[in-house]
């Protein structure tokens, strides 16, 4: 059996970016940041922050993009995929 599944949890870091394909199919993009904050050994407070490329397709495109804004908290299901070129 394979899976590919993906959750996120994060803040949106600029305002979703939303465009037409010339077929006519709505297309979001957005930018999620999630960080992870621990204490290591010598007690000092430490943080790792990671970017997600998010895509989105069709009607949900267009609700991410009357809804949500640069800060929104947001959760994303979905496949993770590797691209060449940026879209």
Do not use: Y
């Amino acid at each position: 059996m394979n899976l590919n599944k993906v959750f996120i949890i994060g803040r949106l870091t600029g305002d979703p970016q939303l465009r037409t394909t010339p077929a006519g199919q709505s297309v979001t993009t957005i930018s999620l940041a999630t960080n992870r904050v621990w204490t290591n050994k010598t007690g000092q407070r430490q943080e790792d922050v990671q970017f997600h490329n998010v895509v989105i397709w069709g009607r949900q495109a267009e609700i991410v993009n009357q809804f949500l804004k640069k800060g929104s908290l947001a959760m994303v299901e979905g496949q993770l995929r590797t691209i060449k070129n940026h879209l």
